[in-house]
């Protein structure tokens, strides 16, 4: 059953029960609580195609709660917590929503060693995942999200979550935070996407963010080999540069990145180098959507 | 029998702990409610090498033996840090400064405890000769250690009141090394004398370091948990009590008895009372009642009736979604109880009125880095 299968009014209430909102994001369970009469609108619609799993163990419990500063007691805050606890300080009720979706990833982030965690953008195209890892100026959130509405199925914009015993990598296709000027650019690129609300003044700037695809979110639970790793980079007025990238470099930036290759020691290494020695590896540089999708979609053509 | 006094969360737990196998025909809710108490407790890696051991790792729910197996990973990697930093300080310090007494979780692993197998610890305890504590200390700050920023109170608490320097961390690393020169505070109600423990250690050849023999590792672990902590979410330290109990007794019949005349030599019977008596009740080990009696500065009816009450819902973590005010109140009492057995009232009670204005004003605290000490000191 989907959420979008539950009236509105239902969905409120089971966010604010004992039970609370169960969710199914790839191969994990959330169980989200909050009375915030305000998150459940936003959440509802961002939510729509994600599967409820009622009678599965759920292995992360969140909750946003009401927070009133002593400093402050007129401005409304908000907490995220955590099986009770409070990985971040309280931020005004309107970040509500983004603090919901990084608290979460943040608890992902921390406690999940039976994946190795890249810190990437997966997509899957023909069969086979297409990383683009995060490094700076990537802008691989916006790329993914360009990406994802032209036949790209989405893994995650955040984490390429690897067992590393198969060698698979597993999707988590979450909402997908785009950030100041990548709004406005995804706006124009894509008309058609479903964006929550702009939320201001947040650590990282204005964030909104983007549904996944229906179809992607259904497919969650199949998982694939990786072919192709993309550093992507947007520089403005550059002409489109796809060209080979060293196979030693792009051991080092993928390790560098990744979430827990320090708590795996041993097992991260073997399988990051495996992964490199099978994938090819590409440098992207764009300017725009258009001319970086046709470079892809040849890299990736069967 | 003495389930009954127990919630049902903390039921759900012991029995766990104490019995891995049964939990095969748990149902999937009470799987989820555990794991969180697991993690609370920082047992997830214990329960993933008990389970394992027992070839039952692939018979529970898949998702909880995933977040079983990761916190083993986990606790591995502090295990790892740990000892390449055991060895980093031994590097630093050479051949000259003295025996060095490894303790607490480090010294479990080092003498091969089953139950210290999964065991998560972030820090590396070391107990030194008081004489050479500032020689060492110079030592490794030349070395490369430094201290966390400390306000001027931190730093007079840390070198009047306690029984260890403020923690040391080498620059490049984030394992904290805790240097102690005695086991109890200096001004606490408990005055023990580091030097018996120190002529008893063992020494392992391979390091050239020693750790405690096994009477007074046991005494130690008992005398931390009961004198020095606070006893909140302290059920692992329980647990190393309960490891180390049965692992030693089957080793060496006499063990228990020779634990007894030792803590009767040491003055220590009320804390290593408490140990065996809540190590019987939550966990069921092995101590005959004959033995119980032998020991002395046995607690009052009162006083054991108040830590009966009290302790379980202070070692035990609360429920995750059920909020408890028989518990607050235990963890409160406990809380006043470890800092009155630690200082005396005329320091106790400005100490806490300090600490009670830093959590109003916390921005009076120097810096983040002294608020996270003084975090730890409480």
């Known amino acids: 059953m989907k959420v ?46 994600y ?49 919901l979706e990084w608290g979460i990833n943040l608890a992902i982030a ?30 691989k959130t916006t790329l993914c999200a360009a990406l994802i509405h032209h036949g790209y199925r989405l893994f995650s914009d955040e984490f390429g979550l690897m067992h590393v015993q198969s060698g698979n990598f597993f999707p988590l296709p979450r909402l997908m935070p785009l950030k100041n000027q990548a709004i406005g650019a995804i706006r124009d690129f894509l008309p058609e996407v479903t964006l929550g609300p702009e939320i201001h003044g947040t650590l990282k700037g204005t964030v909104a963010h983007v549904r996944p695809p229906e179809a992607s979110i259904d497919r969650e639970d199949e998982p694939a080999i990786p072919r192709w790793i993309v550093f992507p980079k947007w520089t403005a007025h550059q002409p489109l540069q796809l060209e080979e990238m060293p196979r030693s470099e792009a051991f080092l930036l993928l390790a560098s990145n990744a979430f827990n290759y320090e708590v795996l020691g041993e097992v991260a290494f073997d399988a990051v180098t495996g992964l490199i020695q099978r994938c090819e590896c590409r440098k992207l540089v764009y300017s725009d959507f258009d001319s970086a999708l046709v470079a892809l979609n040849a890299l990736t053509d069967d | ?61 898949v998702r909880i033996a995933n977040h079983l197996r990761s916190g083993l990973i986990q606790a591995r990697k502090y295990q790892q840090l740990a000892r390449w930093e055991l060895d980093r300080v031994r590097w630093a310090l050479g051949e000259d400064r003295g025996p060095i007494i490894v303790l607490k979780g480090m010294a479990y692993l080092l003498a091969g405890l089953p139950h210290a197998a999964g065991r998560v610890f972030a820090d590396l305890d070391l107990l030194v ?79 050239g370091i020693y750790v405690l023999s096994p009477p007074d590792m046991v005494l130690h672990c008992a005398v931390n948990l009961f004198q020095n902590n606070e006893l909140a979410d302290d059920m692992r330290h329980l647990l190393d009590l309960h490891g180390m109990l049965q692992h030693f007794s089957s080793d060496q019949p006499l063990f228990l008895d020779n634990l007894i005349t030792r803590a009767n030599q040491l003055r220590l019977g009320r804390p290593l009372f408490y140990g065996l008596y809540f190590c019987r009740l939550l966990l069921r080990t092995p101590v005959p009642n004959t033995l119980m009696t032998r020991l002395e500065q046995r607690p009052g009816w009162l006083a054991l009736k108040v830590m009966q009450l009290c302790v379980p819902l202070a070692l035990l973590p609360l429920h995750p979604d059920l909020p408890c005010r028989g518990a607050k109140l235990a963890r409160w009492w406990l809380y006043w109880r470890s800092h009155w057995l630690r200082m005396p009232l005329h320091v106790l009670v400005p100490h806490l009125a300090y600490k009670f204005y830093l959590s109003v004003f916390p921005s009076k605290a120097a810096n983040t880095a002294s608020s996270r000490v003084t975090a730890k000191t409480k």
């Open chain 1, 4 to 49: 979008e299968q539950l009236s509105l009014e239902e969905f409120r209430a089971r966010l604010g029960s004992k039970n609370g909102l169960r969710i199914q994001f790839g191969p994990f369970v959330v169980r989200i609580q909050s009375f915030l009469p305000s998150l459940a609108n936003p959440l509802y619609r961002l939510y729509a195609f």
């Open chain 1, 51 to 99: 599967t409820l799993a009622n009678d599965d163990i759920a292995e992360f419990h969140v909750q946003i709660v009401s927070k009133r500063s002593l400093r402050r007691p007129f401005t409304p805050f908000v907490q995220f917590l955590v099986d009770g606890q409070a990985p971040f300080p309280a931020a005004p009720v309107h970040h509500a929503l983004t603090m």
């Open chain 1, 110 to 139: 921390v406690r999940v060693n039976h994946f190795l965690l890249f810190h990437c953008a997966a997509v899957e195209r023909n069969g086979h995942v297409l990383l683009l890892p995060a490094w700076p100026g990537s802008g």
């Open chain 2, 1 to 61: 029998m003495t389930d009954r006094r127990l919630n049902a969360h903390h039921q759900l737990l012991v029995r766990a702990l104490r019995d891995p196998p049964s939990l095969c025909n748990i149902s999937n809710q009470d799987w989820e409610l555990l794991l969180r108490l697991v993690r609370r407790a920082r047992l997830l890696g214990f329960l993933a090498v008990e389970l394992g051991n027992a070839g039952l790792l692939d018979k529970i729910p």
């Open chain 2, 129 to 207: 000769l008081a004489e050479n504590l500032q020689p060492i200390e110079s030592t490794l700050l030349a070395k490369g250690w430094q201290h966390h920023e400390l306000s001027a109170y931190d730093e007079h608490y840390y070198r009047a009141w306690t029984h260890e320097i403020p923690a040391l961390i080498h620059r490049e690393r984030e394992t904290e090394v805790d240097i102690h020169h005695t086991l109890t505070s200096p001004i606490g109600r408990l005055q023990l004398e580091a030097a018996p423990f120190r002529e008893a250690a063992v020494r392992l050849p391979e390091l």
